[in-house]
C-alpha cells in the first residue's frame, strides 16, 4: 500500500521496537476506511487506537530479525526458519498470561520479552538491547593451501585484524579483534582463509528504559540446537525470579547483587 510523505515521516518518528507492528496496524486503519493510500490521519488515528487498547496487542514476547534471511550479502550465517522457531517455543510459554500474574495493572509494549536475531556481527536488529539477543558468526581459520598475497582478506575486514606480512606464506589473524563476521572467507580466492566454525553469540539482560544497559555476551560460540538450549535455560531463569513483570537483565542484576 502507498503512504503519503507526511505519514511516512509521522510514523518514522515511532520507537524502533514498535514501528513494524505500528505500520502494520495504520495500514489496516487505510483498509478499514476503504483507502488505497495511508495518510496522516489514518496514523493518527491508528495511534490513538493502539495507546487505547494496547493491553489487547502485547502478545507478551516479540522476536525481531535483520535483513539476514532475505538475502543480505554480510550474513555469516543462513537465518532462515530460526524466527518462527523461536516464536513457537515462546508461544507455547504463555507469557502474556504470566505477565498478567506479575504486572500491576494493564500490560504495556515494553513488558514483553524481547528476542532479536541478528544474522552477522553488523547486528543492524540491536541484539544488544534485548533480554536475548542473537549474533550470527563464521569464524575463519588458515588451512595449507597456498596464499597468493592477493590482500583481499586485509582490504574487507573492518577491524584490521588480518595481516600478511612480506616475509609471511599465509595471513594472520588477530583473533582478540575478530568478530567472525566471514567475510575473509568469502574474498579469498585460494581457499587459505575458510570456515572452522559457523553459529550464534548470545547476548542476554539488554534493555532500554530509565536504567539501559546492554546484554552480557555469554562468551560462546552455540550452534542453533544449543543455542535453543540456553534460551530456554534463561527464560527458566526469567518465569522463575520474575516478581512484578521487570525484564530479564533487571532480575539478572539483582541476583549479582545478593
Known sequence: MKWSKEADQAVSRVPFFVRKRVRKKVEEEAERTGSRMVTLDHVQNSQKRFLSEMDQEVKGFQVETCFGPSGC???AVEGEGIAQELEQG???RDLKTFLKEKVQGPLKIHHEFRVSISCCPNACSRPQ?????????SRPKITDEPCSQCRACIDVCKEEAVNLE??????????????SCGQCISVCPT???QEVSQGFRVLVGGKLGRHPQLGKDLGK???KEEMLQVLNQYLDLYQSRNQRG???????????DQ
Open 73 to 75: 550479502p554480510n550474513r
Open 90 to 92: 515462546l508461544l507455547k
Open 191 to 193: 581457499g587459505t582463509l
Open 246 to 256: 521487570e525484564r530479564l537483565g533487571e532480575i539478572l542484576k539483582r541476583l549479582e
Open 221 to 223: 560460540i552455540y550452534s
Open 129 to 137: 538491547i534485548v533480554d536475548f539477543g542473537i549474533i550470527g558468526v
Open 166 to 179: 612480506e616475509s609471511a606464506e599465509s595471513p594472520l589473524i588477530d583473533f582478540d579483534k575478530c568478530l
